[in-house]
């Protein structure tokens, strides 16, 4: 009998303050918004919440704090079906925050407060060593110290499982770290933190990503938002066109791109297979507000699949 497929997240989870207005404000500037929601997000939370939604059994790892945020965040997790029984309390900090504004394109802009977050620590790693070494993939951003996620990825390595890493928000990587990184997948601003070079087109895109795989990475998915993404395996180049829809938010796209991509790979699918299932899964979120609350299930998405063959 086949191992059932299993996605354990390493990542963060925050409360979204999210404002919305016409335009987003200029340095200095004070206008009047048209609406404003608080919902669960975070890079990690968001992306588990997308795997456990398409079906692959998920667990999420990370630390909260505890205040008003601490059991809304826990209840959306479990009522979307994550696990989260690997998740701590942290009595002595305050849950992650982020201030996010959207404008009335969807566009964001986002401050993201760590708090809790910022405590996720090595001890939190070796106490899932046996979750990780069953795993199907392991999953993380880099909402959490990057020392963490580091140190997790060597875990990972020593069993052998696969690690997909959005680098979100972009840093700089210790230059060891990226050779023990399986998937790697920034987007147009985060490749550029990370290796210098400003994405203009597919060109720059394909030359950025040779340089990341250069430096040990074994893919790379670089994210083109309308246009799409970019895959490099080291042996060729897989520019992959994004489907048109109306845009209403993109806050968690990036997120559900992720998580879609992670199920793809969960299920078997190649590569390419999983990109691909990445885009649809993305693409839908931007048709809804708000983070986790955009996030599409399984039937969702094989109806935009069975919808889109049907036009082809």
């Given at each position: 009998m086949l191992k059932e497929p299993i996605i354990t997240v390493l990542g963060s989870m925050t409360m979204d303050l999210v404002a919305t207005a016409q335009r987003r404000p200029i340095k200095g500037e004070t206008i009047l918004g048209k609406d404003f929601g608080m919902v669960p997000g975070g890079k990690g939370a968001n992306q588990a919440v997308t795997a456990a939604k398409l079906g692959i059994k998920t667990y999420m790892v990370g630390r909260l704090g505890k205040d008003l945020f601490t059991s809304p965040i826990l209840d959306n997790l479990r009522s979307e079906g994550v696990v989260t029984d690997f998740i701590k309390v942290d009595e002595n900090s305050a849950t992650g925050i982020a201030h996010i504004s959207v404008d009335a394109q969807g566009d964001n802009s986002i401050i993201m407060v760590p708090l809790a977050n910022a405590n996720v620590n090595q001890q939190d790693v070796d106490e899932v060593?046996?979750?990780?070494?069953?795993?199907?993939?392991?999953?993380?951003?880099?909402?959490?110290?990057?020392?963490?996620?580091?140190?997790?990825?060597?875990?990972?390595?020593?069993?052998?499982?696969?690690?997909?890493?959005?680098?979100?928000p972009a840093?700089?990587?210790?230059?060891?770290?990226?050779?023990?990184?399986?998937?790697?997948?920034?987007?147009?601003?985060?490749?550029?933190?990370?290796?210098?070079?400003?994405l203009t087109d597919i060109e720059s895109a394909k030359f950025a990503a040779k340089e990341l795989l250069n430096r040990g990475v074994k893919n790379v998915v670089i994210t083109?938002?309308?246009?799409?993404?970019?895959?490099?395996?080291?042996?060729?180049?897989?520019?992959?066109?994004?489907?048109?829809?109306?845009?209403v938010d993109t806050t968690?796209?990036?997120?559900?791109?992720?998580?879609?991509?992670?199920?793809?790979?969960?299920?078997?699918?190649?590569?390419?297979?999983?990109?691909?299932?990445?885009?649809?899964?993305?693409?839908?979120?931007?048709?809804?507000f708000g983070a986790q609350s955009s996030l599409p299930s399984l039937q969702e998405v094989n109806e935009f699949i069975k919808a889109s063959l049907s036009q082809a």
């Open positions: 060593e046996e979750l990780i070494s069953r795993s199907t993939l392991l999953m993380m951003q880099l909402e959490i110290p990057v020392e963490t996620v580091f140190y997790a990825t060597k875990v990972a390595k020593r069993y052998g499982i696969p690690v997909i890493l959005n680098p979100a840093q700089p990587l210790p230059d060891e770290m990226y050779s023990y990184i399986d998937y790697l997948t920034p987007n147009e601003t985060e490749t550029e933190i990370l290796t210098g070079i400003k083109l938002g309308e246009n799409g993404c970019l895959l490099a395996d080291g042996e060729d180049y897989h520019h992959i066109t994004a489907r048109k829809v109306e845009v968690a796209a990036g997120d559900a791109f992720n998580g879609g991509m992670a199920v793809g790979l969960a299920k078997g699918m190649s590569l390419k297979e999983a990109v691909q299932y990445g885009g649809i899964v993305g693409t839908l979120a931007v048709t809804k």
